[in-house]
T-cell receptor, first 114, second 116 residues
Framework: AQKITQTQPGMFVQEKEAVTLDCTYD???????LFWYKQPSSGEMIFLIY??????QNATEGRYSLNFQKARKSANLVISASQLGDSAMYFC???????????FGTGTSLTVIP | KAGVTQTPRYLIKTRGQQVTLSCSPI?????VSWYQQTPGQGLQFLFE???????NKGNFPGRFSGRQFSNSRSEMNVSTLELGDSALYLC???????????????FGPGTRLTVT
């Protein structure tokens, strides 16, 4: 089974609107971390936000927030007030505390329309 | 604090050759991971090193190998290159060791390898 599933290959959003990028995960660990990364066309992966499995509040970092629903095993990224510079690939990732590697989803390509 | 650096940034090799890619992690980071990224396969984990020891390995053939030095710098080597090895190779460093699920990875700019 896939550890991380991103079901939206591509998304479009109007500038200044909010957008939600979906991510579901699969783990039997109680302790794990969830991460979102942004990859612009330049290729470099940029860390955006982290959510720990024991965190009761949703993580926020500026315009980024992570909608964490533990029971549903989802960790959706919400970008508020989209900007043209937000156009990029977005990857959801997970790391389990049992010492294994980061698992990445297949990514969602976000295009912000002026 | 300087970010993760990778050298070279671009590389063109021919089939059958070997290649060595280098990665310098963020100062203080002891965990280094390598990934291969292609349009068809996405981001695939190659291996992770911590304190000079390989801690995790992805599902790649033995032609792909790596090592980590005492200063945490890491190299990966691909021998007998194949056309399918053309990809962006990303290195990432992390403060925490394997098992520390709260530590994010910071990525370098990548090495784009083209095999002809």
């Amino acid at each position: 089974a896939q550890k991380i599933t991103q079901t939206q290959p591509g998304m479009f959003v109007q500038e200044k609107e909010a957008v939600t990028l979906d991510c579901t995960y699969d783990t039997s660990d109680q302790s794990y971390g969830l991460f979102w990364y942004k990859q612009p066309s330049s290729g470099e992966m940029i860390f955006l936000i982290y959510q720990g499995s024991y965190d009761e509040q949703n993580a926020t970092e500026g315009r980024y927030s992570l909608n964490f629903q533990k029971a549903r095993k989802s960790a959706n990224l919400v970008i508020s007030a989209s900007q043209l510079g937000d156009s990029a690939m977005y990857f959801c990732a997970m790391r389990e505390a049992t010492g294994n590697q980061f698992y990445f989803g297949t990514g969602t390509s976000l295009t912000v329309i002026p | 604090k300087a970010g993760v650096t990778q050298t070279p940034r671009y590389l063109i090799k021919t089939r059958g050759q070997q290649v060595t890619l280098s990665c310098s992690p963020i100062s203080g980071h002891r965990s280094v991971s390598w990934y291969q990224q292609t349009p068809g396969q996405g981001l695939q984990f190659l291996f992770e090193y911590f304190s000079e020891t390989q801690r995790n390995k992805g599902n790649f053939p033995g032609r792909f190998s790596g090592r980590q030095f005492s200063n945490s710098r890491s190299e990966m080597n691909v021998s007998t290159l194949e056309l399918g090895d053309s990809a962006l190779y990303l290195c990432a460093s992390s403060l925490g060791p394997p098992g520390a699920s709260s530590y994010e990875q910071y990525f370098g700019p990548g090495t784009r390898l083209t095999v002809t």
